[in-house]
C-alpha cells in the first residue's frame, strides 16, 4: 500500500505563485509515472500534469501549459508542481496520484490507482 500526501496549497492572489509537494511513503515505490489532478467544486477531477518517474518526460493540460511545471525527486520519493501565473480558474483541491502498472493514458484519472486526500489551492481576483 503506498500513501500520498500533498502539501503547499494555499490562498495566493491572481499571478502569483504556489510549490506543491506529493510526499510518497510505504511499500517500495517505484511507479511508471505519477500525475496531478484537479477538482474544482461540482465539476469533474480533471488532468494537470504527468511525469515518467524513470526518464522525466512530462505532459501537461493544455490549461497549464507554459505557467505550471511538474518534476520528480526519485531519491525522496517525491513529486512537486510549481504553479506559476495563477489565475482565479486554477482554484481546486489538487491531488497526486499514481500511474496504474500498464496504463498508458496519463489524462485519464482511470488509469491512477494510489491518490493523496488533495491539498486546496485559492486564486483571489
Known amino acids: 500500500q503506498v500513501q500520498l500526501v500533498e502539501s503547499g496549497g494555499g490562498l495566493v492572489q491572481a499571478g502569483g505563485s504556489l510549490r506543491l509537494s506529493c510526499a510518497a511513503t510505504g511499500r517500495t515505490f517505484s511507479p511508471y509515472a505519477m500525475g496531478w489532478f484537479r477538482q474544482a467544486p461540482g465539476k469533474e477531477r480533471e488532468f494537470v500534469a504527468a511525469?515518467?518517474?524513470?526518464?522525466?518526460?512530462?505532459y501537461y493540460a493544455d490549461s497549464v501549459k507554459g505557467r505550471f511545471r511538474i518534476s520528480r525527486e526519485n531519491t525522496r520519493n517525491a513529486l512537486y508542481l510549481q504553479m506559476d501565473s495563477l489565475r482565479p480558474e486554477d482554484t481546486a483541491n489538487y491531488y497526486c496520484?499514481?500511474?496504474?502498472?500498464?496504463?498508458?493514458?496519463?489524462?485519464?484519472?482511470?488509469?491512477?490507482?494510489?491518490w493523496g486526500q488533495g491539498t486546496q489551492v485559492t486564486v483571489s481576483s
Open positions: 511525469i515518467t518517474w524513470r526518464t522525466g518526460l512530462t
Open positions: 496520484a499514481t500511474l496504474y502498472s500498464g496504463a498508458s493514458d496519463y489524462r485519464s484519472k482511470w488509469s491512477y490507482s494510489d
